[in-house]
């Protein structure tokens, strides 16, 4: 519904934000795509291989390519396994908690209470918290094994301090990330509860439907797309959780894939085998995307 | 909205909501309200909730000895400058796909979504190399580019939905009364989409200003955010709770109000439009 | 001046054909208005006129000068939308300066003008509120002080008010013919309400699927149909059509006659029936009658008639008031 002439003014005035992400996506990952297949550390005293021109690159063919042995080497290392298993689990619990949590919660706050406004702000607090500040909050003041608030808790219940980070640095991340992605389901599911409409609520009263029948044929399909997308999107954010685990010190056993691909990288310097290990997650990544990407493309539609 | 409900469900329903609103809220409140403890009160068992000395000395030793109001400023100068550059050249564009939509926008679309979807990771590495080859490393001008292109999808996804809400016979009347594209866009499109311009601004800059990935990897000093900031306190300083918590306070204080004004935004925004 | 002319105007969206060729010439300062069926391309040719749209093929003319890809602005015409389309967060009084201010009129003359549209429009004591401010009648009001504060070449009007309740909108309508009295203009209406069309054209241009069926002066449409489409389109309470037998008598395929051009008799007359229902209308009686072969006719008759459902009548067609069209729907005459 425009003219020619406004259709070419509209491809200019496009053109700037696709040149740009274009350039933010290919350019940083053809080279991670490069650099996996080269023996590239940044403590090897030849000249990076990286920046060698056609020639002596194919010269020196034998020092630089690596063919897949970075790949061979980055994902038989068993700190690839835990790092996925970490992966995993953050993302599984940490879901499993907020959908869960998140539509009860939800459904909690749809009903008539006193002060919903002021329930909904301190619920969706956490949100707001930088990660580097909740990973020392609650590293320090809540989970600290003498001093923490939860400590206290616990001992006072008569069950004993628990040093979380040191026993259990997964349950403690996941408690962590799950508190910060908890208010996001909550917000979400609750925004698209208050959607319900009022008068199919009315007719279900009128009909006489229980309550939990009235939750489970009609809530709970409503439901359904609001609580894939907090799914998908949950994912692809919690895969690249990052700085909870480093700032709060825990990489080393509650490590997941970026941190394995930060230690790789910035820690021992060996590109090759971070730029591998980059590409697995791109890899992991785009498997979810493509689930995320249908969910909102049926929507462009509507 | 006119469902009878009785006083007693709702008294029980309304304390286990602020039972629960608590809990979660707690750690939050908890910390700010060790930043005004002196150390000892701060690790004292039991803990003082409210009766303890009240004090403002942690604040200012945590500005003197750490510098807050540096690492603040550049917050909000990565914030706000990653949100214009970001704006200048998203407005446009959502225009474009909103109202002369051709046969490829929503492939254009939903290509700049998956971009959003690529871990840092798969970047970091080049990007790392190219910043020091370039010597933007720990510089301001550096980090904004990064954290504009890492949100630009964001916001281009919602003006867009935005803009979409806005009638389209309103701009042709402004085309009929002679307006060039530039001033359709400067006076009719931008003041009406006012509150959506604002919501995109107000969800961007909360975005980049809890941005830690890159704000670690890629600052250290100079450019440093609060989020180095405070990371800066996870040892030894971290074992100051006090001061460990004033400078938390100070540097989640700002985000949660703007985040509290714009939550309701906030879901679209997060959701791509696909909740409203 | 302002001339409009088409000429083998198409438009096409894609695979859809919305124009497959549209010929008109529209003299200076005349009504002429658009009509048909929701979906007949009466609001894209007038975009097309507008310069909204590209044409897919063929030209337009404003004044001799072709402006086929001319942008809007630069066309000369103003135009009023369906939605009125008012700048929301602009008072009344920038709504309509808007166009001037982006002529880069000075500012003086810019506030007279404006201030003379809006005693036109008795708008005067409203032109510092917000158009959400006004009621629908007002709004559409500050359109039409819009599009007139340009002095245009020509106006296009888009189903201007078929946002309005019905008593409103036979107000605007007397109002819109007052103001082309006026001014004299050009002005190009789109509607879908054939009575709007008969009251305040000067020719009528009827459109069905993309194609101009018949252009004309609204007696001329009533009395003369080219096409069964026109004399059903044209005419309230509609003519009636009849096929087989009764149209075979008259050698058509279709016959139609209006209810205002038929008799009741009491037997012999071209069509016998039985009343189904009757609407008084005070001045006039319609009667729905079950003609048998053919079809359910309305009547009109006078306002005092008496006859009851049920009753038997017979029905005589003026003789001359008789349509005749053949097999392809085109009139015989």
């Given at each position: 519904?425009?003219?020619?002439q406004?259709?070419?003014?509209?491809?200019?005035?496009?053109?700037?934000?696709?040149?740009?992400?274009?350039?933010?996506?290919?350019?940083p990952?053809?080279?991670t795509?490069?650099?996996?297949?080269l023996?590239?550390n940044?403590?090897?005293p030849?000249p990076?291989?990286?920046?060698?021109?056609?020639?002596?690159?194919?010269?020196e063919?034998?020092?630089?390519?690596?063919?897949?042995?970075?790949?061979?080497?980055?994902?038989?290392?068993?700190?690839f396994?835990?790092?996925?298993?970490?992966?995993?689990?953050?993302?599984?619990w940490?879901?499993?908690?907020?959908?869960?949590g998140?539509?009860?919660?939800?459904?909690l706050?749809?009903?008539?209470?006193?002060?919903?406004?002021?329930?909904?702000?301190?619920?969706?607090?956490?949100?707001?918290?930088?990660?580097?500040v909740?990973a020392?909050?609650w590293?320090?003041?809540?989970?600290?094994?003498?001093q923490?608030?939860?400590?206290?808790?616990?001992?006072?219940?008569?069950?004993?301090?628990?040093?979380w980070?040191?026993?259990?640095?997964?349950?403690?991340?996941?408690?962590?990330?799950?508190?910060?992605?908890?208010?996001?389901?909550?917000?979400i599911?609750?925004?698209?509860?208050?959607?319900?409409?009022?008068?199919?609520?009315?007719?279900?009263?009128?009909?006489?439907?229980?309550?939990?029948?009235?939750?489970?044929?009609?809530?709970?399909?409503?439901?359904?797309?609001?609580?894939?997308?907090?799914?998908?999107?949950?994912?692809?954010?919690?895969?690249?959780?990052?700085?909870?685990?480093?700032?709060?010190?825990?990489?080393?056993?509650?490590?997941?894939?970026?941190?394995?691909?930060?230690?790789?990288?910035?820690?021992s310097?060996?590109?090759?085998?971070?730029?591998?290990g980059?590409?697995?997650?791109?890899?992991?990544?785009?498997?979810?995307?493509f689930?995320?990407?249908r969910?909102?493309?049926?929507?462009?539609?509507? | 909205?006119a469902?009878?409900?009785?006083?007693?469900?709702?008294?029980?329903?309304?304390?286990?909501?602020?039972?629960?609103?608590?809990?979660?809220?707690?750690?939050?409140?908890?910390?700010?309200?060790?930043?005004?403890?002196?150390?000892?009160?701060?690790?004292?068992?039991?803990?003082?909730?409210i009766?303890?000395?009240?004090?403002?000395?942690?604040?200012?030793?945590?500005?003197?000895?750490?510098?807050?109001?540096?690492?603040?400023?550049?917050?909000?100068?990565?914030?706000?400058?990653?949100t214009?550059?970001?704006l200048?050249?998203?407005?446009?564009?959502?225009?474009?796909m909103?109202?002369?939509p051709?046969?490829?926008?929503?492939?254009?679309?939903?290509?700049m979504?998956?971009?959003?979807?690529?871990?840092?990771?798969?970047?970091?590495?080049?990007?790392?190399?190219?910043?020091?080859?370039?010597?933007?490393?720990?510089?301001?001008?550096?980090?904004?580019?990064?954290?504009?292109?890492?949100?630009?999808?964001?916001?281009?996804?919602?003006?867009?939905t935005y803009?979409?809400?806005?009638?389209?016979?309103?701009l042709?009347?402004?085309?009929?009364?002679?307006?060039?594209?530039?001033?359709?866009l400067l006076?009719?499109?931008?003041?009406?989409?006012?509150?959506?311009?604002?919501?995109?601004?107000?969800?961007?800059?909360?975005?980049?200003?809890?941005?830690a990935?890159?704000?670690?990897?890629?600052?250290?000093?100079?450019?440093?955010?609060?989020?180095?900031?405070?990371?800066?306190?996870?040892?030894?300083?971290?074992?100051?709770?006090?001061?460990?918590?004033?400078?938390?306070?100070?540097?989640?204080?700002?985000?949660?109000?703007?985040?509290?004004?714009?939550?309701?935004?906030?879901?679209?925004?997060?959701?791509?439009?696909a909740?409203? | 001046m302002?001339?409009?002319?088409?000429?083998?105007?198409?438009?096409?969206?894609?695979?859809?054909?919305?124009?497959?060729?549209?010929?008109?010439?529209?003299?200076?300062?005349?009504f002429?208005?658009f009509?048909?069926?929701?979906g007949?391309?009466k609001?894209?040719?007038?975009?097309?006129?507008?310069?909204?749209?590209?044409?897919?093929?063929?030209?337009?003319?404003?004044?001799?000068?072709?402006?086929?890809d001319?942008?809007p602005?630069?066309?000369?015409?103003?135009?009023?939308?369906?939605?009125?389309?008012?700048?929301?967060?602009?008072?009344?009084?920038?709504?309509?300066?808007?166009?001037?201010?982006m002529?880069g009129?000075?500012?003086?003359?810019?506030?007279?003008?404006?201030?003379?549209a809006?005693?036109?429009?008795?708008?005067?004591?409203?032109?510092?509120?917000?158009?959400?401010?006004?009621?629908g009648?007002?709004?559409?009001?500050v359109?039409?002080?819009r599009?007139?504060?340009?002095?245009?070449?020509?106006?296009?009007?888009?189903?201007?008010?078929?946002?309005?309740?019905a008593?409103?909108?036979?107000?605007?309508?007397v109002?819109i013919?007052q103001?082309?009295?006026?001014?004299?203009?050009?002005?190009?209406?789109v509607?879908?309400d054939?009575?709007?069309?008969?009251?305040?054209?000067?020719?009528?241009?009827?459109?069905?699927?993309?194609v101009?069926?018949?252009?004309?002066?609204?007696?001329?449409?009533?009395?003369?149909?080219?096409?069964?489409?026109?004399?059903?389109?044209?005419?309230?309470?509609?003519?009636?059509?009849?096929?087989?037998v009764?149209?075979?008598?008259?050698?058509?395929?279709?016959?139609?006659?209006?209810?205002?051009?038929?008799?009741?008799?009491?037997?012999?007359?071209?069509?016998?029936?039985?009343?189904?229902?009757t609407?008084?209308?005070?001045?006039?009686s319609?009667?729905?009658?079950?003609?048998g072969?053919?079809?359910?006719?309305?009547?009109?008759?006078?306002?005092?008639?008496?006859g009851?459902?049920?009753?038997?009548v017979?029905?005589?067609?003026?003789?001359?008031?008789?349509?005749?069209?053949?097999?392809?729907?085109?009139?015989?005459?």
């Amino acid at each position: 519904m425009a003219t020619q002439q406004t259709r070419a003014l509209g491809r200019i005035a496009v053109a700037p934000s696709v040149i740009a992400l274009f350039l933010w996506m290919i350019v940083p990952l053809s080279m991670t795509i490069w650099f996996s297949f080269l023996r590239y550390n940044l403590l090897d005293p030849n000249p990076a291989c990286s920046l060698l021109t056609p020639g002596q690159l194919l010269d020196e063919a034998n020092r630089c390519f690596a063919g897949t042995t970075n790949y061979y080497y980055f994902l038989t290392d068993p700190a690839f396994f835990k790092a996925m298993r970490n992966s995993l689990m953050l993302v599984g619990w940490v879901i499993a908690i907020s959908v869960i949590g998140g539509t009860l919660l939800a459904l909690l706050l749809d009903q008539a209470i006193y002060g919903r406004n002021i329930v909904r702000l301190m619920i969706i607090a956490p949100f707001f918290v930088m990660p580097t500040v909740s990973a020392l909050v609650w590293k320090n003041m809540m989970m600290h094994p003498v001093q923490g608030f939860l400590a206290w808790i616990t001992k006072s219940l008569g069950l004993g301090a628990i040093d979380w980070f040191a026993h259990y640095p997964m349950t403690a991340i996941v408690i962590m990330v799950s508190w910060q992605w908890l208010p996001f389901a909550t917000l979400i599911i609750l925004t698209a509860l208050q959607s319900f409409d009022e008068e199919q609520k009315e007719a279900a009263q009128m009909d006489g439907t229980p309550p939990l029948s009235f939750f489970w044929y009609m809530i709970l399909p409503h439901l359904a797309r609001p609580i894939t997308v907090v799914i998908l999107i949950e994912t692809i954010f919690l895969l690249n959780v990052f700085a909870e685990i480093y700032v709060s010190g825990s990489g080393g056993r509650a490590g997941n894939l970026p941190y394995l691909v930060y230690q790789y990288g910035l820690l021992s310097n060996d590109i090759g085998g971070a730029s591998a290990g980059g590409i697995v997650a791109v890899v992991l990544a785009n498997i979810v995307a493509f689930f995320l990407m249908r969910m909102i493309g049926k929507n462009l539609e509507g | 909205m006119a469902r009878a409900v009785s006083p007693r469900r709702r008294m029980i329903f309304t304390v286990l909501a602020w039972s629960i609103a608590f809990v979660i809220f707690f750690p939050v409140l908890w910390t700010v309200l060790t930043s005004f403890k002196t150390e000892g009160e701060a690790i004292h068992l039991p803990p003082k909730f409210i009766f303890f000395d009240w004090t403002l000395e942690n604040y200012a030793v945590v500005q003197e000895r750490s510098n807050y109001l540096k690492f603040a400023m550049n917050s909000v100068f990565l914030a706000l400058g990653s949100t214009f550059f970001a704006l200048v050249i998203a407005i446009p564009a959502a225009w474009a796909m909103a109202f002369a939509p051709g046969k490829y926008t929503k492939d254009i679309l939903m290509w700049m979504l998956s971009t959003k979807m690529m871990p840092p990771v798969g970047a970091l590495i080049p990007l790392y190399l190219i910043f020091r080859d370039l010597g933007l490393l720990d510089t301001r001008g550096g980090i904004i580019a990064v954290l504009m292109l890492l949100n630009l999808p964001i916001i281009i996804w919602m003006l867009y939905t935005y803009f979409k809400e806005i009638p389209g016979e309103i701009l042709e009347a402004s085309r009929m009364d002679g307006a060039s594209v530039g001033k359709e866009l400067l006076y009719v499109l931008a003041p009406m989409a006012v509150p959506g311009i604002a919501s995109t601004v107000l969800l961007n800059i909360i975005l980049a200003w809890n941005e830690a990935f890159w704000t670690l990897s890629l600052t250290t000093k100079d450019a440093a955010p609060l989020t180095q900031f405070i990371a800066s306190y996870s040892s030894p300083e971290g074992l100051f709770w006090a001061k460990l918590s004033a400078a938390s306070t100070m540097a989640i204080a700002p985000i949660l109000v703007l985040g509290w004004f714009a939550q309701k935004q906030l879901v679209r925004g997060l959701t791509f439009g696909a909740v409203k | 001046m302002g001339t409009i002319t088409l000429r083998n105007v198409r438009k096409a969206f894609g695979d859809a054909i919305i124009i497959p060729g549209a010929d008109l010439e529209i003299g200076h300062g005349e009504f002429v208005v658009f009509v048909g069926p929701s979906g007949c391309g009466k609001s894209t040719l007038l975009r097309l006129i507008a310069g909204l749209e590209d044409l897919t093929a063929g030209e337009i003319f404003i004044d001799g000068q072709n402006v086929s890809d001319v942008p809007p602005s630069k066309r000369g015409l103003s135009m009023v939308f369906q939605s009125y389309a008012l700048y929301p967060h602009m008072s009344v009084r920038n709504n309509i300066a808007f166009g001037l201010k982006m002529a880069g009129m000075p500012k003086d003359e810019i506030e007279a003008k404006v201030m003379k549209a809006a005693a036109t429009l008795n708008l005067t004591e409203y032109l510092d509120r917000k158009p959400r401010q006004l009621s629908g009648g007002q709004r559409q009001r500050v359109a039409i002080g819009r599009a007139i504060v340009r002095q245009p070449k020509g106006f296009l009007f888009d189903e201007p008010l078929s946002n309005l309740d019905a008593a409103l909108r036979v107000n605007m309508r007397v109002e819109i013919m007052q103001l082309h009295q006026d001014l004299g203009a050009t002005m190009i209406y789109v509607t879908h309400d054939q009575v709007e069309a008969m009251t305040m054209a000067d020719r009528i241009v009827v459109l069905n699927r993309g194609v101009i069926e018949q252009v004309g002066s609204p007696l001329e449409l009533y009395h003369r149909p080219d096409s069964v489409f026109v004399a059903g389109f044209i005419g309230s309470p509609r003519m009636n059509l009849m096929t087989g037998v009764v149209a075979a008598k008259h050698k058509a395929q279709t016959i139609g006659v209006r209810p205002e051009h038929m008799a009741i008799i009491p037997s012999g007359g071209d069509v016998d029936g039985t009343i189904l229902l009757t609407e008084h209308l005070g001045s006039d009686s319609f009667l729905h009658v079950d003609g048998g072969e053919a079809g359910r006719l309305t009547v009109r008759a006078s306002g005092d008639f008496a006859g009851k459902p049920g009753d038997k009548v017979s029905l005589k067609f003026e003789p001359d008031r008789i349509h005749k069209f053949d097999g392809s729907g085109r009139a015989v005459r």
